[in-house]
């Protein structure tokens, strides 16, 4: 009974650095897209990747490539996942760009992240086809903006959850920027969008639960020999 409750004790230790939800397919293991020009909780809750013209969009070698109308406005791709307020406070959203059309310029990935309690279909419409105002009442702002992405590589930023947390999540991202020259390769591809907590406990709480962690191993191996 001793070892099973200090291996207990272990479990929930481990659980400090896994306590957060992420979005569905961040890193387009699955190659679909779902074709919306509107998602909903009631309706597309857990589903992953939805956009507007779905059919621009290829997912197929594992990342989110899209080839037309980058840069025209109202062209967003996103979706709803349950996050159950495991995700607060400062949390970093980061994600690769793997691949950069050679005849951009001034490129950015936009995105917009949206927290709701409810799930009545109205309330939570979260529009992917206009750049303003796309949320029902029942969604709250979380953080906008946009990230500069001048080259293939990783990028992240920081977004402020609030204290309290939502039971659901609503994220759209889109890529922006301008064209140059005569050319026609205007493509964009990023992979691995996560919305994680920076560090998931301070470095020197790591290392505590690290030496916890050795101890209780000692103890419950002489318990065991006992």
Not at 46 to 60: M, N, P
Not at 127 to 155: E, F, Q
Request: proline content about 4%; aromatic content about 12%; charged content about 15%.
């Amino acid at each position: 009974m001793e070892i099973k409750r200090l291996y207990y004790i272990l479990a929930l230790n481990a659980t400090v650095f896994s306590g957060y939800a992420e979005v569905v397919n961040g890193s387009v293991d699955s190659p679909t897209i779902y074709d919306a020009n509107s998602i909903s909780v009631s309706s597309d809750l857990d589903q992953g990747w939805h956009a507007r013209s779905a059919s621009f969009y290829d997912l197929s070698i594992n990342d989110i490539w899209f080839g037309g109308l980058t840069y025209q406005p109202g062209y967003w791709f996103g979706q709803i996942y349950t996050d159950n307020s495991a995700t607060t406070n400062t949390i970093e959203l980061s994600f690769d760009v793997t691949y950069m059309g050679a005849n951009i310029q001034t490129p950015k990935l936009q995105y917009t992240i949206f927290g709701a309690n409810v799930t009545d279909i109205s309330q939570t419409a979260l529009a992917l086809n206009v750049d303003d105002a796309p949320a029902g009442s029942a969604w709250t702002l979380i953080g906008n903006g946009s990230v500069t992405t001048p080259s293939i590589g990783s990028y992240a930023t920081e977004v402020d959850f609030g204290a309290e947390g939502y039971k659901y999540i609503g994220v759209r991202f889109r890529f922006s920027g301008t064209t140059k020259g005569r050319g026609i390769d205007y493509a964009t591809a990023v992979d691995n969008i996560s919305l994680a907590p920076n560090s998931v406990i301070p470095e020197p709480a790591v290392i505590g639960l690290l030496g916890i962690g050795g101890i209780v191993t000692l103890v419950a191996r002489r318990i065991a020999r006992k």
